[in-house]
T-cell receptor
Framework: DAKTTQPPSMDCAEGRAANLPCNHSTISGNEYVYWYRQIHSQGPQYIIHGLKNNETNEMASLIITEDRKSSTLILPHATLRDTAVYYCIVRGSGGGADGLTFGKGTHLIIQP | GAVVSQHPSWVICKSGTSVKIECRSLDFQATTMFWYRQFPKQSLMLMATSNEGSKATYEQGVEKDKFLINHASLTLSTLTVTSAHPEDSSFYIC????????????FGNGTRLTVT
């Protein structure tokens, strides 16, 4: 699976949109971009995933660049409960049979 | 949907004893389960992958005789830490998936193991 690069930490004001970047310049054509987050002392939570089109669900939006070498996770109206470590993971099309490789992620801190 | 339950949420045991951690998929059949370990201020590290009815596959550096994994049914996998030592103290997290057709992995809430 391709490697990802994320900033170690970010701050965002409550109520604002939080934009979390991720670089995955070595991504291959059949690899998806997944985002998970881990709130302190809990298991990771699935947020969203995409291949090449932008995606949106009730939690977030995922914007993937046309060359697929980077992506941005957008939390449209951040709340204090969104403070967590956010992991961007590139995963092959083996789907559910493969485990996830976690990097260090981005520690997002939502400020009141 | 896609709930994974892990038990216990925390456990304290004495050095030399064994501890069993359970991971259950509550509303789907988990053909594959994964066990992770997370030390303080570090990321999750995959320990092993287990498929229902077959032996687990361990990642390099993980002792299979120390971390016994059983995946006897489509809804239950167990991790037993045998002859625990203080350095085994960690946060253990399981995840489950319904297989190739599944989109995402779903995680339990973890078990905090402290070995005294």
């Amino acid at each position: 699976d391709a490697k990802t690069t994320q900033p170690p930490s970010m701050d965002c004001a409550e109520g604002r949109a939080a934009n979390l970047p991720c670089n995955h310049s070595t991504i291959s054509g059949n690899e998806y971009v997944y985002w998970y987050r881990q709130i302190h002392s809990q298991g990771p939570q699935y947020i969203i995933h995409g291949l090449k089109n932008n995606e949106t669900n009730e939690m977030a939006s995922l914007i993937i660049t046309e060359d697929r070498k980077s992506s941005t996770l957008i939390l449209p109206h951040a709340t204090l409960r969104d403070t967590a470590v956010y992991y961007c993971i590139v995963r092959g099309s083996g789907g559910g049979a493969d485990g996830l490789t976690f990097g260090k992620g981005t520690h997002l801190i939502i400020q009141p | 949907g896609a709930v994974v339950s892990q038990h216990p949420s925390w456990v304290i045991c004495k050095s030399g004893t064994s501890v069993k951690i359970e991971c259950r998929s509550l509303d789907f059949q988990a053909t594959t389960m994964f066990w992770y370990r997370q030390f303080p201020k570090q990321s999750l590290m995959l320990m092993a992958t287990s498929n229902e009815g077959s032996k687990a596959t361990y990642e390099q550096g993980v002792e299979k005789d120390k971390f016994l994994i059983n995946h006897a049914s489509l809804t239950l996998s167990t991790l037993t830490v045998t002859s625990a030592h203080p350095e085994d103290s960690s946060f253990y997290i399981c995840s489950a998936t319904g297989g190739i057709a599944s989109v995402a992995l779903h995680f339990g809430n973890g078990t905090r193991l402290t070995v005294t």
